[in-house]
T-cell receptor
């Protein structure tokens, strides 16, 4: 079985401040982990993914995430928020050998000018 | 490349009507899937396919049928629409069922009255 928990359905940060979106996962096999972003009235776009190897993963638009196996976490960060980062963010897990990709419930990020 | 194309973008149905949501991809992807997105619930997997002629159920399959006669197309059929099926539906595809990311269509917003 696999699952994803995203802490905080809404997060607000000031422009220029650190963005931290939390994701914890559960998987009985080694996981593949993904972060997606969804802008209003659009589909989801891949931000970054972890498969194997380096645990710090860099993605598009200055985002990065660190895979911590001991904490079963894959938190998303960005050092300095920009107005264009306002969107909904989804963490997802697919266990090795599992055909299904399971999503968290999402975190809506608001940027305060 | 068009990527993943979904039609229609919007649809209103009356309870009991049937319809088909269309999904096509031009990337020669092996894996295709349908999700529904509801507020506060993230994306939930309805059905998926790992190749032409092969389909399987996700976590919320009741009331929906799929078929995969070609690699490119993966239509979703609502047999007898119910208000509980009011949602935004996303089709997504990936190269394989492993660590390849999903590519999403722009969604179909369905309202059942």
């Amino acid at each position: 079985a696999q699952s994803v928990t995203q802490l905080g359905s809404h997060v607000s940060v000031s422009e220029g401040a650190l963005v931290l979106l939390r994701c914890n996962y559960s998987s009985s096999v080694p996981p593949y982990l993904f972060w997606y972003v969804q802008y209003p009235n659009q589909g989801l776009q891949l931000l970054l993914k972890y498969t194997t190897g380096a645990t710090l993963v860099k993605g598009i638009n200055g985002f990065e995430a660190e895979f911590k196996k001991s904490e079963t976490s894959f938190h998303l960060t960005k050092p300095s928020a920009h107005m264009s980062d306002a969107a909904e963010y989804f963490c997802a897990v697919r266990g090795f050998g599992n055909e299904k990709l399971t999503f968290g419930t999402g975190t809506r990020l608001t940027i305060i000018p | 490349n068009a990527g993943v194309t979904q039609t229609p973008k919007f649809q209103v149905l009356k309870t009991g009507q049937s319809m088909t949501l269309q999904c096509a991809q031009d990337m020669n992807h092996e894996y295709m899937s349908w999700y529904r997105q509801d507020p506060g619930m993230g994306l939930r997997l309805i059905h998926y396919s790992v190749g032409a002629g092969i389909t399987d159920q996700g976590e919320v399959p009741n009331g929906y049928n799929v078929s995969r006669s070609t690699t490119e197309d993966f239509p979703l059929r609502l047999l007898s629409a119910a208000p509980s099926q009011t949602s935004v539906y996303f089709c997504a595809s990936s190269l394989d069922r492993g660590h390849s990311p999903l590519h999403f269509g722009n969604g179909t917003r369905l309202t059942v009255t």
